[in-house]
């Protein structure tokens, strides 16, 4: 079955970079455009940017433009999220989801949850 | 604050019919599809609604989705307990030039 399984939590410290991997199976890796979603304690959900696991293109929203990067392996279908200049307002809970059309996303991560904190 | 609103809660007594509702624009709504996801607590989301009115397999008949103007609206009949969630509309912005999803809506199951 489709599954896209996230690394474990984090903890870092302002000023830190995060990496947050997300490991996909069950289908055609490079077929499905896959996007980053946050969502802060308590609040809604929040889309960071896109990734093209054929050719490793990226798409991020406006407000992570310089904050965040996108990456991909594909000898071990897996995509990657880098956070950099970390603060407390990064923490939260960050999903990755597999695009089946735009806004249409099926499945999503577990999620995985990146605390920061001095 | 989204391009996209909800309000931001919603409750019903089990076995009524609840409708959330989902507003927007015409660089949004009015011109791609809406999908809604259930957040159960301490869960992902999970698509219940595609395409406006689309469910996947193993979603009950119960949630249903419709779309008119700038506007959707995800409507659940027969409430039951395990119904209470957070419940986020989402929709491609062509201004945004990305998907934007609206604030969530809590629905609570009295």
């Known amino acids: 079955q489709v599954q896209l399984v996230q690394s474990g939590a984090e903890v870092k410290k302002p000023g ?19 996007h980053w979603v946050r969502q802060a ?5 929040e889309w960071m940017g896109v990734i093209n696991p054929s050719d490793g ?4 929203a406006h407000k992570f433009q310089g904050k965040v990067t996108m990456t991909r392996d594909t000898s071990t279908s897996t995509l990657y999220m880098e956070l950099n200049s970390l603060t407390s307002e990064d923490t939260a809970m960050y999903y990755c989801a597999r695009a089946i059309r735009v806004g249409w996303f099926d499945p999503w991560g577990q999620g995985t949850l990146v605390a920061v904190s001095s | 604050q989204s391009v996209v609103t909800q309000p931001p ?29 259930q957040q159960l607590p ?13 469910r996947p ?5 119960r949630f249903s989705g419709s779309k008119s103007g700038t506007s959707a609206s995800l409507a659940i009949s ?14 491609w912005d ?12 809590k629905l609570t199951v009295l």
């Open chain 2, 42 to 54: 301490g869960t992902a989301p999970k698509v219940i609604i595609y395409l406006n009115n689309q």
């Open chain 1, 16 to 34: 830190a970079s995060v990496k947050v991997s997300c490991k996909a199976s069950g289908y055609s890796f490079t077929s499905y455009y896959m």
């Open chain 1, 57 to 60: 293109t990226a798409n991020y």
């Open chain 2, 94 to 105: 062509d201004n945004l030039n990305g998907p934007v999803f609206a604030g969530g809506t």
């Open chain 2, 9 to 37: 809660s919603a409750s019903g007594t089990p076995g009524q019919r609840v409708s959330i509702s989902c507003s927007g624009s015409s660089s949004n709504i009015g011109r791609n599809d809406v999908q809604w996801y």
């Open chain 2, 78 to 91: 027969g409430l039951r307990s395990e119904d209470e969630a957070e419940y986020y509309c989402a929709v």
């Open chain 1, 41 to 45: 304690p308590g609040q809604g959900l």
């Open chain 2, 57 to 61: 397999s193993g979603v009950p008949d």
